[in-house]
């Protein structure tokens, strides 16, 4: 299972706000088959068993924003691939819970 984590940065924008964007680019994957991923206030996850997934979701994302007239785009992507076990985002987070006080 493949969990990846990318930020998109618009960059010189009329506005600090980024929301509108990001909105954008979220709906750009919605669609996307073996693609599963979840907003947090500071980027998105995204997982599927395919990396390619990953590669065509991040991409999709980055286009959507230039499509806005944006001329400029940063996207940062972290990936975690692991062969050993099928974990999924959830199941991760279980994990260190359990490990709180």
């Known amino acids: 299972m493949i969990q990846a984590e990318i930020s998109i ?23 996307l088959e073996n693609l599963r991923y979840e907003v947090n206030p500071m980027g ?20 959507a924003v230039h499509n806005l007239g944006i001329s400029r785009v940063e996207v940062i992507i972290k990936i975690d691939s692991r062969k050993d076990k099928h974990v999924k ?11 709180l006080s």
């Open 9 to 31: 940065y618009p960059m010189a924008t009329k506005t600090t706000s980024a929301s509108f964007y990001i909105a954008k680019a979220i709906e750009s994957i919605q669609k």
């Open 44 to 63: 998105t996850i995204l997982e599927s068993d395919d990396i390619d997934t990953i590669y065509d979701a991040a991409k999709k994302m980055m286009e």
């Open 89 to 99: 985002m959830e199941e991760k987070l279980n994990s260190i819970k359990k490990h």
